[in-house]
């Protein structure tokens, strides 16, 4: 079943490029102009920077969010001192840096965590630590299938099937082949379910996973081939995405298939990095809306990377969480009296966050108490046109059995779309 949460010509057929544009006047916090001076409040956020692929661009959102939140008040006077680390993609180093984060630096909670392994690692010590972790850039199942983490950007499952759900009533897809990563809980997750919503209607669906240590896309793509599928679903980092991209094309096979990917290479670096081959071929799931919308938030989001971001920072979806993540934080924990704010009241004050809307969202956000948790499960696609991205798909909901329990706890929760 689709539901769509925006619709209009105008969107649907909006073609946008990636040139920057002046911004307004970023606001955030209390938004009063006077720096805050208060005693700190240690915010987390673990990521994976260093490795296969560099996935921080979450982390550096929620920093240029906080620079602004400290210039303009804190959080009534406190300012936000944000301390973010590295897991440089290996499960160990993970687990070092949050339990450093969570019982050395005693952090209030996580904002803005993006990465490939700490999830899986770490959700068990974020919920005996009794720490919320509002992350930015989930990739792992566990992600989703905690009690103490929650995200803004929905990951790679969602993302994945949205982008062959679309392919299926756009494309007339029979057989979508999706090319992920070893981690158990990322590319069998996302993959899996890739292959199980295939299977449900009555088409095929097949995976090739890669290690992203060797990352030896040539077997890769000779293994995709040989699935003899009509659709390849590109589901990797960017920079890897890019790698099996560039291999597909050396081989002459482009043409041969219908090309789609989940959410990475929506960035508005990508097109000049893969250059104009791919123009009108590749089709991308987007987990939020344009990264060129004229919202309230779309706007602000490029105004905070403006002012107080830096002009390398990358300018892609999961900056978009990141900022959504951390202005959600920060609106919740405005509530709270200054001098009481620990871990303890930071925790309620996210799982009673209700509710929340945003232009960068195709539906609400929400926490609650549940024990797992996904309020972003509706997605867009995007095409390569021209050195940019063109609209093709509203927002729609995804179509997976995987999401009944988030829908009955959104129910339960009276969330509104």
């Known amino acids: 079943m689709s539901k769509h949460y925006l619709t209009g010509a105008a969107v649907i057929g909006a073609l946008f490029f990636m040139a920057g544009t002046a911004s307004a006047a970023a606001t955030c916090g209390l938004n009063n102009g006077k720096k805050a001076t208060g005693e700190p409040i240690k915010v987390g956020a673990v990521i994976g920077q260093t490795g296969p692929d560099d996935f921080s661009s979450a982390s550096k959102a929620a920093q240029a969010y906080f620079n602004c939140v400290n210039e303009n008040g804190g959080i009534n006077g406190r300012p936000i001192n944000y301390l973010v680390k590295d897991d440089q993609w290996n499960p160990e180093t993970a687990a070092q840096v949050a339990t450093k984060l969570v019982k050395d630096e005693k952090v209030v909670a996580l904002v803005g965590s993006a990465s490939f392994v700490e999830m899986g690692v770490n959700a068990k010590l974020y919920e005996q630590e009794g720490v919320m972790s509002m992350a930015s850039g989930c990739a792992v199942a566990e992600c989703f299938e905690s009690k103490n983490i929650v995200s803004t950007n929905e990951g790679p499952m969602p ?113 000049a990095l893969l250059g104009d081959a791919w123009s009108g071929v590749m089709y991308v799931n987007t987990e939020l809306t344009p990264i060129d919308g004229t919202g309230p938030d779309a706007n602000n989001w490029r105004a905070i990377l403006d002012q107080y971001g830096a002009k390398s920072d990358p300018r892609d979806t999961f900056s978009q969480a990141g900022y959504l993540s951390a202005r959600f934080f920060t609106d919740a924990i405005l509530k709270l009296d200054p001098g009481k704010i620990n871990r303890a009241t930071v925790t309620d004050a996210i799982r009673a966050i209700k509710n929340e809307k945003s232009d960068l969202l195709c539906g609400p956000y929400y926490v609650g108490d549940g024990d797992r948790h996904m309020p972003n499960h509706a997605n867009m696609m995007v095409q390569f046109v021209n050195g940019g991205y063109k609209v093709v798909g509203p927002c729609t909901d995804v179509d997976s059995a995987y999401l009944e329990p988030y829908r009955a706890q959104e129910k339960a929760l009276g969330i509104t779309n």
């Open 159 to 271: 993302s994945s099937v949205g982008a062959a759900q679309w392919a299926v009533a756009n494309l007339q897809s029979k057989h979508v082949t999706c090319i992920g990563l070893t981690i158990p809980t990322v590319g069998q997750y996302s993959c899996g379910w890739t292959e199980k919503y295939m299977t449900s209607k009555g088409l095929k669906g097949s995976s090739v996973l890669i290690d992203p240590s060797t990352a030896d896309m040539n077997s890769a793509f000779l293994e995709a081939v040989a699935n003899s599928p009509d659709t390849i679903l590109v589901n990797l980092p960017a920079g890897m995405a890019a790698a099996f991209l560039s291999v597909a094309l050396q081989s002459g096979q482009r043409d041969s298939f219908k090309w789609i990917s989940s959410t990475p290479l929506y960035d508005r670096d990508v097109p």
